[in-house]
Nanobody
Framework: QVQLVESGGGLVQAGGSLRLSCATS????????MAWFRRAPEKDREFVAA????????YYADSVKGRFTISRDNSKNTMYLQMNSLKPEDTGVYYC?????????????????????WGQGTQVTVSS
């Protein structure tokens, strides 16, 4: 069993930055491909970014490319999402997720059914 706990959310003005963290316990995080999803009010959960087990490859949704950076530190069993140039449309609950393998394309990372474990989420609110 794997537990994922997100932290680092909060309220920020448009143009600001936040850094989210996702701590893994129960299993070694390097066993899992990891990703961030988000759910905006009255919308479905959507893919944001993913990173392979080694951290060597990353994948992003078009809406966050150039603004968000996903990374991981397997020695700390922690994944991060650095979010810069935040926009009001980035507002939502951000979830981390763990997949049992790496995938070869963004379209596979973006399928929620590919993930075995999810965190409870952390709220990010960007004011205009």
């Amino acid at each position: 069993q794997v537990q994922l706990v997100e932290s680092g959310g909060g309220l920020v003005q448009a143009g600001g930055s936040l850094r989210l963290s996702c701590a893994t316990s129960g299993r070694t995080s390097s066993d899992y491909g990891m990703a961030w999803f988000r759910r905006a009010p009255e919308k479905d959960r959507e893919f944001v970014a993913a990173i392979t087990r080694s951290g060597g490859l990353t994948y992003y949704a078009d809406s966050v490319k150039g603004r968000f950076t996903i990374s991981r530190d397997n020695s700390k069993n922690t994944m991060y999402l650095q979010m810069n140039s935040l926009k009001p449309e980035d507002t939502g609950v951000y979830y981390c997720a763990a997949a049992p393998t790496d995938y070869s394309a963004t379209r596979y990372w973006g399928l929620r059914s590919r993930y075995d474990y999810w965190g409870q989420g952390t709220q990010v609110t960007v004011s205009s």
